[in-house]
């Protein structure tokens, strides 16, 4: 069983998370509404929940799960990879 491949953007999304198995260094842009990100990978950290508005964007700390949901109805996710190409086996 593989993870299942980052899917074509833009990806719009409701207020039931979605989980999406990233590599380290992916950038989440939101790119209409607000969304909301969360996973065992921030754990720990001061911004546990990550909070995007439209336009704002966040890069993925590790390769882990990650669940992306709008929590004011709707929002509109765009995925782009590390400006370096990272990639991370997962």
Same mark, same amino acid.
């Given at each position: 069983?593989? =993870?299942?491949? *980052?899917?074509?953007?833009?990806? #719009?999304?409701?207020?039931? +998370?979605?989980?999406? !198995?990233? +590599? !380290?260094?992916?950038?989440?842009?939101?790119?209409?509404?607000?969304?909301?990100?969360?996973?065992?990978?921030?754990? %720990? !950290?001061? $911004? &546990? $929940? *990550? /909070?995007?508005?439209?336009?704002?964007?966040? /890069?993925?700390?590790?390769?882990?799960?990650?669940? /992306? %949901? =709008?929590? !004011? %109805?709707? %929002? /509109?996710?765009?995925? &782009?990879?590390?400006? #370096?190409?990272?990639?991370? =086996?997962?």
């Amino acid at each position: 069983m593989h =993870a299942p491949q *980052i899917p074509q953007t833009p990806l #719009k999304l409701g207020p039931i +998370p979605e989980r999406f !198995r990233l +590599p !380290r260094g992916e950038v989440l842009t939101c790119t209409g509404g607000c969304l909301w990100i969360t996973s065992d990978a921030l754990a %720990g !950290r001061r $911004d &546990s $929940d *990550i /909070v995007l508005e439209s336009g704002q964007s966040f /890069v993925t700390p590790q390769a882990a799960t990650y669940f /992306v %949901g =709008a929590p !004011r %109805g709707s %929002g /509109v996710l765009d995925f &782009s990879p590390a400006p #370096k190409g990272t990639e991370t =086996a997962c």
